[in-house]
Structure formats: structure tokens, C-alpha cells
């Protein structure tokens, strides 16, 4: 179904989006820092919230790109077209009621995560997610079109839109800040300019009749179908609740950090900074699967499915561990790179070579491996053992070796590759059983 160059040309434009949506972070704090400490403490807080509500709009593009993928693996093109138009309805539905109600509780939203904060802190972090919000249902939608174009195999169009965003965002960003001294407000804005230009272009786009999956935006295609949104929910759902937890969890390990001391709190950041570079090919191959597998699935042809499930595999052990490897050599220029006590430097390099050395034998099986699962529709297992090998192993065993046996966090990193360990065997042991063929919607 599959040839190596169609894997070629569906990965690799993957990779180099992940890793602008990762550079783009990198500079938008780098360049909201002018605008002062509030600012950046601000934008850095809501943006944790900011994760969370965008893990939605993941999700339902992933439950969208799965019922559009299967369906063209079945050749039904009609069926696939009806699938990328009520994906637009629960997208749009879905992203409205989310804005709505961010901008209606925005300061209890604030307080709910953080707690009491300082003034101007308040003050940037509201100015923030406000404009935020407005931007969540072009971003929904930016989001969905982004998952079905992956459905078809064509990743290069998500990946030169998100260039264009990007680039947009990063000129804007230093339009508001450094012309008109906007601050917060300025960085906010670039993203809502960025955001609203990349979902008209991929509506635009998707709109062209020519491509296997359109989007007509008519009425009579737009009239909810609820037995094809219950079949995009039904992978959505699952799965963004497991993205919620995830986050969560990480949020929750952070506080716990937090209690260690500033050298501890320092290098964490530094090493999650580090860490997140050496993930980018993971997370390509994570959409990749989707795409691959769930047209397997469609044609019913779990022999393929098989067959190109291991081979992904390979392919993520193989960028995992050459990724993570040149990490590792390069670490000590890497770190040159930030401005750190001998204390924050030795711990940050420690905490990035127990991500880097574990990431290379468990990060795929533990987060590359379900992606089959899901495209299959076996979406309940893999959200059970992802929520539940995160509270307990990656929360409860953060806090034992972290704060019980005083470990710091080096026992929280530990605590985390438990939770690999726990999900890697539960996940291998799925696959191998074969259960995952046999899920309906």
C-alpha cells in the first residue's frame, strides 16, 4: 500500500514541522522577554493552559484523520469527504464552546491553575489567554484540515503552512513588540494573525475538488451526521482525555520540582528544553502511524497492517536512537548555549542523558506503538494504561523518590522512565495479542 518513497515523503515533512512548532515556542519566549518578566512569567503560565485546550483540537483532528484514513482504505471516497465535512462541524461546534467559555472565566481559570499570583502577572496572563481564546476555533479548524491532508499521505502542505504561520508569528511578534511595545498583547496578536491566516489557508486548499478528501461547506454536507461525529468521538474522546491527563501529570510533576530548590527548578527546564528536541522524530512518526495504519485498517487488511506497523517501528527505533545519540555528543556545546552554575549544568546534563539513554530503547514502543492501536479504533486500552501508568508511576513514584527519598529530581526523571517501562510492556503486549484487530466503532 505503502512504498518507501510514499513513507518518505509523508515522514519526513512531519519531522520538519514538529520541529518548527518546537522553534517557534523557543522564540516567542525568547522575544516576549523584552517586554519584562511579568511578561514572561505571564505567557509561560497560560500557555500550560493553552496546551491543554489544544490537546482537544489534537485529538479531534486524530479521530477525524483516523475515520478519513480507514475510509480511504476502503476506497469509499465519498464516505471520507462526508467524514472531512463533519469533522469541520464538531471542530467548529467544539472550539466555540471552548472560547466561549474561556473568555466568560477566564480569571478562574487562572486561579484554578496557579493560584494567587502576582499583579501584573494576572494582569499579562488575562491580556494573554483573552486574545488566546479568540484564536482557538481558527486553530481548531487549522488543526482538523492539518489531520486530514495527513490522512491523504500529503504532509508537505501542514508542513509549508505551518512554515508560513511560524514566520508570520515570529515577524509579528517583533512588529508588536519592538515597533509598537505592545508586550503581551503584541505576542498574543501575532499568534491570533498567524492562526486565522493558516486556517484560511488550509480551508482554501481543501476546498479544491481535485484532492482525494475535500471539504465542500455546503449545507446539506454540513448537516450534523451524528453517527459519523460519534465515529470521530469515539477516537477523539479517548484520546484527549489521555492528552489532558499527560499534561496534567506534567504539570503536577512540575509543582513537585518546584519544591526542590532553584538549581533544581533550572536544570529542569533546561533539560526539558534539550529533551523535547530529541522527540521531534518520534512525533512525526506518530502521526505517520495514524495515516499508514488506519488505511490498512480500512482495506481490512491486518496482514499489511502488521507488516507496516513493524516497519515503523523500525524506522522510530532508528531515529530514536540516532537523534537522542547526537544529542548526548553534542550536549556539552548544547549547554554552552545557556547561562548556568556549575551545579544547574552537572544536573541538567544528568537528567538529559537518563531522557536521552532510556528514550532510545522505550520512547517509541511507549508512545509511537499505540498510534496503531488508535488507528485500529482500539482507542479505550491505550487511554486506560496511558492515564493510569501516569498517576501511578509517573506522579505517585515522582513524589517517593523525589521528595521521600529525597532523590530531588533525578527521582522524578526516574519516576518517568517507570512510567515508560509500565506502558512499553502493557502496549507490546496488546499488539502482539492481536485484540487491537478485532475493534469496532
Request: contains cysteine; charged residues 10%; glycine residues 6%.
Amino acid at each position: 500500500m505503502f512504498s518507501n518513497a510514499d513513507l518518505k515523503r509523508l515522514i519526513l515533512p512531519l519531522v520538519v514541522e514538529q520541529a518548527l512548532a518546537l522553534t517557534v515556542g523557543m522564540a516567542d519566549v525568547m522575544m516576549v522577554s523584552y517586554a519584562g518578566e511579568a511578561a514572561v512569567s505571564g505567557v509561560s503560565l497560560v500557555d500550560m493552559i493553552n496546551i491543554l485546550l489544544i490537546n482537544i483540537f489534537a485529538a479531534l483532528g486524530t479521530g477525524g484523520a483516523v475515520v478519513t484514513s480507514q475510509y480511504l482504505g476502503a476506497r469509499n471516497r465519498k464516505k471520507a469527504c462526508e467524514s472531512a465535512d463533519q469533522l469541520m462541524v464538531v471542530t467548529i461546534a467544539i472550539s466555540v464552546v471552548i472560547m466561549a467559555l474561556t473568555l466568560l472565566f477566564q480569571t478562574q481559570l487562572i486561579r484554578l491553575f496557579f493560584g494567587a499570583i502576582d499583579d501584573d502577572v494576572m494582569a499579562a496572563c488575562i491580556t494573554y489567554l483573552w486574545i488566546s481564546a479568540i484564536s482557538y476555533p481558527f486553530l481548531g479548524v487549522y488543526n482538523s484540515c492539518a489531520a486530514l491532508f495527513r490522512a491523504m499521505g500529503n504532509s508537505k502542505v501542514s508542513m509549508v503552512v505551518s512554515l508560513v504561520m511560524n514566520v508570520i508569528n515570529v515577524m509579528g511578534n517583533a512588529f508588536f513588540i519592538f515597533t509598537f511595545h505592545m508586550g503581551v498583547a503584541g505576542v498574543a496578536t501575532a499568534s491570533l494573525i498567524s492562526r486565522v491566516a493558516a486556517c484560511v489557508i488550509m480551508v482554501v486548499l481543501l476546498r479544491n475538488p481535485e484532492h482525494q478528501v475535500f471539504i465542500s461547506l455546503k449545507w446539506e454536507y454540513l448537516k450534523p451526521n451524528f453517527s459519523m461525529i460519534r465515529k470521530i468521538l469515539h477516537i477523539g474522546i479517548p484520546n484527549g482525555l489521555e492528552n489532558s491527563f499527560f499534561q496534567l501529570g506534567r504539570v503536577l510533576v512540575v509543582s513537585i520540582i518546584s519544591g526542590f530548590g532553584t538549581v533544581q527548578i533550572a536544570a529542569n527546564a533546561v533539560a526539558n528544553n534539550l529533551d523535547g528536541m530529541g522527540c521531534i522524530p518520534g512525533n512525526a512518526m506518530n502521526l505517520a502511524m495514524i495515516t499508514v495504519i488506519g488505511q490498512c485498517v480500512g482495506a481490512r487488511d491486518y496482514d499489511q497492517a502488521v507488516y507496516y506497523t513493524k516497519k515503523l517501528m523500525k524506522i522510530a527505533y532508528l531515529a530514536a536512537i540516532g537523534w537522542n545519540a547526537l544529542i548526548i555528543l553534542t550536549l556539552p556545546l548544547s549547554l554552552k548555549l545557556y547561562n548556568l552554575s556549575a551545579d544547574t549544568i552537572w544536573l541538567s546534563t544528568v537528567l538529559i542523558l537518563i531522557h536521552c539513554g532510556f528514550a532510545m530503547v522505550l520512547w517509541p514502543a511507549s508512545f509511537t506503538l499505540p498510534n496503531a492501536l488508535r488507528a485500529s479504533n482500539d482507542v479505550r486500552f491505550p487511554m486506560i494504561v496511558s492515564i493510569a501508568s501516569m498517576v501511578v508511576f509517573r506522579i505517585v513514584f515522582s513524589y517517593v523518590l523525589g521528595v521521600w527519598l529525597q532523590m530531588g529530581a533525578i527521582g522524578v526523571w526516574i519516576a518517568m522512565v517507570i512510567d515508560w517501562v509500565c506502558r512499553t510492556v502493557c502496549f507490546v503486549w496488546r499488539f502482539a495479542r492481536g485484540k487491537w484487530k478485532l475493534q469496532k466503532i
